[in-house]
């Protein structure tokens, strides 16, 4: 077949939240021709190194081709009538919390909206949680703590816009390439100033005018420091605190905190807090090392105070932006696929909200309590409160703290379902029922990016073997349980007309997420649909929120937050005395289940490591490339040292990529502790504590 003879066609990348637009063109070997769409507002035609090696990631790899059963290839049917029956009889001996679905980012908004509707409407358990938890939930948290909504104000177009960008906890070059792309071009068209804030000097850094090399969970005292401050350098807005409350609480709060300590010289403090202040444009984009934290909610409302207080909000180049990790944590957000939401943006706390949305749903049950995050949903299969379990598209055993006591609990669950794409993960193999999984390039949806664009996603490749869309496979298990009706659908497009319409019960309470302007499209206009942002109403598209404040608090007030810091909540001591921080490098994806198959995308960082400072490496006769092994109370990994002075004296560095199957003694995450922030359930993953020695093998 003559692949260049077929058009291309419009999809977005699968990886990172910054959502880029990709146009695809099957190579006629199985393979695609992949390259950045130019028409795309994400990305203008820019794309980074992953997805620019998308094409050779979709081959056939170790895909998963049929559903199995106890390890055997079974029928659909058969698969499928076990997975309703098991759940069935679970709830039926043990009630509906005794079930649980954990998914996935990497889900469509499609997938996600039927696999939230089976759980909180027709299971009637709010046991739904998803490996976002581990991404953005404390932004969620804090945004709804400001704004009364999950809201996010500004777009992408505020970094073209800006003068100064403050990158908080974010490597934005290798994990949000091509924002970090767009920066760099601001700062050649018009000299936008970057500040980073990180314990680390990351590759973000080189483009930087000021690196804070804060504390590990200094956060909060640095922008506390920050907004006393701008107080005391008479740079609040009063016209615009009108729209807000709270500002005297946050600054005694602020004030109070001021002896916190940040690791940061005093004049370099000074520095920033100047810059910030005579500078009317400026966008904080934070990401995990803010949100993975036992303080990320408090993180997140200490840099909303500030651009609060200065009005710094919802205008062309200023303004907070949480960069998400995932590709569709956001269209997550927006179904309420997570334990503690309501399907678009409603609250599940909220009387009349439930009642719309199970008069919407004709459903039977709904819960009124939030169910149970990733964290304890894990902790309740270990300890037998939860029976039967559902993982789809992702890979706990490997990702979440603890991943050796998360791995023994899925060991140990009654029954579990797992739906991939492939059945070589490690949760994947302790599957007792295998669902596989048409993957990406497979399946038509939508996902909803950082800056609230919505944009689709579409079949290229035909999937192989027996592997069906997620949507497809839970709507029949929907069916199976008995909600014939309810899980009757035919298409995506189906799917989401009748989630475009629940948004818009949402709107009529005035919430933010209002897509009943797309309610609706036709299948012809769901093809076709091109990128848009919410909110999309009869009246509106778009734009930016709260320039004029209309926050979502039942005043319409935004609300400045008193928040005061308090250190990681592991301590480190003379048994574990190392800081570990956990991350991603530029070329790799999660658990390498895709990037993992490009050798290209290989070849950039070969093998786990760790980075180590080299007084400490000395200090433990450790040179470079030997093998170091990492103790923290929770488990054990052996990493290759990396002796650099990008990391602190007395902090280490370990990526989260590799697992159990490509690294069996590099499992970083059980090196975590499941310590979470109270309010957002988010564990905090960078700031472990850990032992160091020299690993001889011999
Ligand atoms: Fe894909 Fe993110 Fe890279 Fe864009 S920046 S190409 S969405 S991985």
Redesign the pocket.
């Known amino acids: 077949m003559d692949g260049t003879a077929l058009p291309e066609t419009r999809s ?9 637009g ?1 146009l695809l063109r099957p190579d006629g070997q199985g393979g695609l021709d992949v390259r ?1 769409d130019p028409d795309h507002p ?2 203008f035609g ?7 090696a ?1 094409g050779e990631t979709v081959g056939l790899g170790e895909r998963l081709l049929t559903p199995k059963v106890g390890g055997k290839t079974a029928q659909w049917d058969d698969a499928l009538q076990n997975v309703a029956d098991r759940f069935r009889d679970t709830i039926a001996t043990h009630g509906p919390d005794s079930v649980a679905l954990y998914v996935s980012g990497q889900l469509l908004t499609e997938d996600y909206y039927v696999a939230n509707k089976l759980m909180k409407g027709f299971i009637g358990s709010a046991n739904i949680d998803t490996n976002s938890r581990l991404c953005m939930a404390s932004s969620v948290a804090g945004h709804k703590r400001a704004f009364g909504t999950d809201t996010v104000p500004g777009t992408y177009e505020d970094i073209d816009a800006a003068d100064l960008v403050v990158l908080v906890g974010s490597n934005l070059a290798w994990c ?4 970090y792309q767009r920066l760099l071009a601001a700062r050649k068209a018009r000299g936008t100033r970057i500040v980073v804030i990180d314990p680390r000097r990351t590759a973000s850094c080189d483009g930087a005018d000021m690196h804070l090399a804060l504390d590990p969970g200094a956060d909060v005292a640095l922008f506390n420091r920050l907004l006393v401050a701008l107080d005391d350098a008479g740079a609040t807005d009063p016209d615009y605190l009108r729209h807000t409350t709270g500002l005297a609480e946050a600054l005694a709060a602020a004030r109070a905190d001021a002896a916190a300590p940040t690791g940061l010289p005093e004049a370099q403090i000074a520095a920033f807090c100047d810059l910030f202040a005579r500078t009317e444009r400026v966008v904080t984009l934070y990401s995990q090392g803010v949100n993975q934290s036992t303080r990320g909610v408090d993180k997140v409302n200490a840099i909303l105070n500030c651009h609060l207080a200065t009005g710094r909000i919802g205008r062309p180049g200023m303004g907070p932006l949480s960069a998400t990790g995932q ?1 569709n944590a956001m269209g997550g957000r927006e179904v309420g696929g997570l334990a503690n939401m309501l399907a678009c943006h409603l609250d599940l706390e909220h009387a009349d909200h439930r009642a719309a949305v199970r008069e919407f749903w004709q459903a039977p049950a709904l819960p009124d309590a939030a169910g149970l995050k990733a964290v304890d949903m894990f902790r309740a299969v270990g300890d037998g409160r939860i029976r039967a379990l559902w993982i789809i598209h992702t890979n706990p055993a490997v990702s979440l703290p603890e991943a050796d006591a998360v791995r023994d609990a899925i060991a140990g669950c009654p029954f579990t379902v797992v739906s991939d794409i492939t059945a070589r993960t490690d949760t994947a193999r302790l599957a007792d029922v295998l669902l596989p999984a048409a993957a990406w390039a497979e399946k038509d949806g939508t996902v909803t ?1 950082s800056d609230r664009t919505i944009s689709r996603q579409r079949r290229v490749l035909d999937a192989p073997g027996e592997a069906r869309a997620d949507w497809d496979i839970l709507a029949e298990v929907g069916r199976r349980m008995g909600h014939a009706r309810a899980f009757d659908y035919s298409s995506p497009a189906e799917i989401f007309r009748e989630y475009a319409t629940l948004s818009g019960v949402a709107g009529q309470f005035g919430r933010d997420f209002d897509i009943s302007g797309l309610a609706d499209l036709t299948d012809a206009g769901y093809a076709t649909l091109a990128p848009c942002r919410w909110p999309v109403t009869q009246t509106r598209q778009g734009g930016r929120f709260f320039a004029e404040g209309g926050f979502f608090h039942p005043d319409g007030k935004a609300r400045l937050i008193p928040v005061t810091w308090a250190p990681p909540a592991a301590r480190t001591g003379p048994r574990f005395p190392f800081r570990l921080n956990t991350g991603r490098v530029r070329d790799q ?1 999660h658990t390498m289940t895709r990037t993992g198959l490009s050798p290209r995308l290989s070849a950039h960082l070969a093998e786990p490591f760790l980075d180590i400072h080299p007084a400490d490496a000395a200090r433990l006769g450790l040179a470079p490339s030997d093998l170091a092994r990492v103790t923290a109370p929770t488990g054990g990994a052996i990493l290759r040292a990396r002796i650099t002075d990008a990391v602190q004296p007395g902090q280490v560095f370990a990526p989260m990529h590799w697992t159990g199957e490509t690294a069996p003694s590099a499992r970083t995450c059980a090196l975590i502790p499941a310590a979470c922030d109270p309010m957002s359930g988010q564990p905090e993953s960078k700031a472990a504590v850990v032992a160091v020695s020299r690993f001889d093998a011999a």
């Open positions: 977005t990348c699968p990886y990172c939240g910054v959502g880029c990709v950045g994400s990305n820019r794309l980074c190194s992953k997805g620019a998308l949000h390439p091509v924002l590709p990016n994806w």
